[in-house]
Structures are given as C-alpha cells and as structure tokens.
C-alpha cells in the first residue's frame, strides 16, 4: 500500500487533515452550478452520484429517490437533480441541525422544519466530514 486512503473512513480522515493543514479546498464549479453560486462562495466538494430522497416528518412515507449532483459550498449544500432546469434545491450550511451516517451508505441530514435528506453515496463519512469542514470554517468568518 503506498499510503493512499483506499475506503471512506480513510478518505473522510484524509479531509480532516488536509482540511486543518491546508483549509477547505476550492474546487472550479461546472456549468451546471457556477450560475447560482453567491458572491464568493467556492465550491468545496462535488458528488456525482448521490442520489438523494427528502423526507418530511408530516409526510406519510419517504420522498422520492432521485439521481443528481451534490455540491457542497464554503456556505451552502446544494443539489441539482438530473433533468432539473432551474435553481438548485440548496441548504444554507448553518441550517443543518444534524447529520448522521447509516448503513455505511447514507448521510442522514435534517435541516430542521421537518426536512431530512438521505444522500445515498459510497462516501456517507467523507461527504459527512466535507460538509462539517465547510460549516465549522463558515462560523469562523
């Protein structure tokens, strides 16, 4: 092994230390986000194959599962679902009331309200550790 992170744990690991060594990195946003980034915000990390459900706690049963791109921002989660034309459904980072991971493929995220999304991702700790990064430098400024 030449010391490359190989599994999730050790990539959100690997985040961690980049993250406190070098702070949040700045990703160039694709043309499906760079129109509805804010003045200064920076994309932080991108997930092409999260798939996402929503949940609301008045709701009966779970929302749909839908294919789409996970952006996470120096100050919002932000997600552009496939075929959507439109603005993203975005999250401000300082919204999420708490995040956890289950099953070893989902980050569980409630944004409060009754909203929780489950993004559904071979990396559930290092999306989880990108978005804790974004929003602890967030409170920083």
Same mark, same amino acid.
């Given at each position: 092994m030449d010391g490359r992170p190989i599994n999730d744990t050790q990539c959100a690991d690997a985040a961690r230390r980049r993250v406190r060594a070098e702070g949040l990195p700045r990703l160039r946003p694709d043309r499906l986000i760079a129109p509805y980034l804010q003045d200064g915000e920076t994309v932080v990390s991108r997930h092409r194959v999260a798939c996402i459900r929503f949940d609301n706690?008045?709701?009966?049963?779970?929302?749909? !599962?839908?294919?789409? !791109? $996970?952006?996470?921002t120096s100050s919002r989660m932000l997600l552009r679902l496939v075929g959507q034309r439109g603005t993203p459904?975005? *999250?401000? $980072?300082?919204?999420? %009331?708490?995040? !956890?991971?289950?099953?070893? *493929?989902? $980050? $569980?995220?409630? *944004?409060? #309200? #009754? &909203?929780? %999304?489950?993004? &559904?991702t071979r990396w559930p700790h290092l999306v989880r550790t990108e978005i804790a990064a974004a929003t602890w430098i967030a409170r920083l400024d």
């Open positions: 706690a008045d709701a009966d049963k779970p929302g749909p !599962t839908r294919r789409g !791109t $996970l952006y996470v459904w975005a *999250v401000p $980072l300082d919204a999420i %009331v708490e995040m !956890t991971v289950a099953s070893e *493929v989902a $980050l $569980l995220v409630n *944004v409060g #309200g #009754g &909203l929780g %999304v489950a993004i &559904l």
